[in-house]
Each structure stands twice: as structure tokens, then as C-alpha cells.
């Protein structure tokens, strides 16, 4: 089992649509979670943080985590072709300051 | 605004040969990564830092790898001899102390012929 698992997609939404990104992880004591965004031949890109179970919200993104289940997920929305990317799930996996990433989900937002 | 630096951008090495890479973190970061990223999948790490410390580095191929961060502010990643499975995006990031809140730096790109 990999330590942070996402679907490679594509995922495909309509423009204005919602788009909900998924993340699952394997250390129940893991207490910190980002989501990065990476346009194709660039670097990834900080755009949330969550620390606690429950929702978080920036401008059109939410956060969302559940510790009991240990999931994160990562909703966008009035999705626009501008958030075409892919999104990586990163968990600092038992606490120990090392950032692991997931291999990253495909969105693709059609006008 | 305050970003990691990185260099070169690109960097095109045939095998066998040594390359190297560089990063500064951003200013007041202590915490410094080394990321390998093969197209198509997640950043791996490959070594960490705490100020001049190696804190991990299990998953870097001593063999042929070698991260050196000498006064605790900027770093250097080489490769000697570089191997065709070498060729991927190198992404330095930093972080102050405490938080995994990473930033990351534009990268290299290695290709290896």
C-alpha cells in the first residue's frame, strides 16, 4: 500500500462545475496536510493547508479533512480552465517534518 | 517576494558524466529538500535538511548521489556517474523549522543522454 494514494484520473469537469480531488494516507499519526497545484512543466505550487478534522476554505477552494478515516480531499468551485492541472496531496506522514506526496490527480476543466 | 532559487533550469548531461545542482532556500528557512520528480508521478524525497544536518536521507542512492548543505543556508545535489534513469525534474524546497509548509523552487530538468 502506497503511504499517500490518489487517483491519477483525468478527472473532467464542465467549466463552472465542482471538482472534488481525493487523497487517502496511510499513518493515522499524521498531522499535517497540503494540497499543491503543478501546471505541466513547472513546480508544484502551495495553495492549501489543513491541520484539523473538518473544512477549510480559501476563495474558491475547501479543504476537507477526516483523521478518523484518514482522508483528505480537496474541492474547487466555479472551476475554470485555469485550474487545468495536476494536483498533488502531500501528508506529513507520523509527524516526523517529511512531506510525502501522492502521484497526483489529472483535472481538466472544459470550457 | 521571497522564493527559492534554483540552478541551472535545464541541464542536458550525457551519462556517465558528473552533474550537480543548486539551491538557496528562502531566507530564514532552516529546513531544506531535495525532491526528484519522474514524469507522471510525485515528487520523491531524496534528502533532508535541518540547518547544516542531514536529517533524512534514505532514499537518496549513495552510490552515486551525494547533498551537501556546508553553512546551513544554501545546497548542492550531484550525480557522478549520471545514468539514463537519472533523467527527471529535481525540485529543491525549503520550510521553516517546525512546519512542513514546503516551498518550492522552479526546478531542474535533467535529461541524461
Known amino acids: 500500500q502506497k503511504e499517500v494514494e490518489q487517483n491519477s484520473g483525468p478527472l473532467s469537469v464542465p467549466e463552472g462545475a465542482i471538482a472534488s480531488l481525493n487523497c487517502t494516507y496511510s499513518?493515522?499519526?499524521?498531522?499535517?496536510f497540503f494540497w499543491y497545484r503543478q501546471y505541466s512543466g513547472k513546480s508544484p505550487e502551495l495553495i492549501m493547508s489543513i491541520y484539523s478534522n473538518g473544512d477549510k476554505e480559501d476563495g474558491r477552494f475547501t479543504a476537507q479533512l477526516n483523521k478518523a478515516s484518514q482522508y483528505v480531499s480537496l474541492l474547487i468551485r466555479d472551476s475554470q480552465p485555469s485550474d487545468s492541472a495536476t494536483y498533488l496531496c502531500a501528508v506529513d506522514l507520523d509527524s516526523s517534518y517529511k512531506l510525502i506526496f501522492g502521484s497526483g490527480t489529472r483535472l481538466l476543466v472544459r470550457p | 517576494e521571497a522564493e527559492v532559487a534554483q540552478s541551472p533550469r535545464y541541464k542536458i548531461t550525457e551519462k556517465s558524466q558528473a552533474v550537480a545542482f543548486w539551491c538557496d532556500p528562502i531566507s530564514g528557512h532552516a529546513t531544506l529538500y531535495w525532491y526528484r520528480q519522474i514524469l507522471g508521478q510525485g515528487p520523491e524525497l531524496l534528502v533532508q535538511f535541518q540547518d547544516e544536518s542531514v536529517v533524512d536521507d534514505s532514499q537518496l542512492p549513495k552510490d552515486r548521489f551525494s547533498a551537501e548543505r556546508l553553512k546551513g543556508v544554501d545546497s548542492t545535489l550531484k550525480i557522478q556517474p549520471a545514468e539514463l534513469g537519472d533523467s527527471a525534474m529535481y525540485l529543491c524546497?525549503?520550510?521553516?523549522?517546525?512546519?512542513?509548509?514546503?516551498?518550492f523552487g522552479q526546478g531542474t530538468r535533467l535529461t541524461v543522454v
Open positions: 499513518d493515522r499519526g499524521s498531522q499535517s
Open positions: 524546497a525549503s520550510s521553516l523549522t517546525g512546519s512542513t509548509e514546503a516551498f
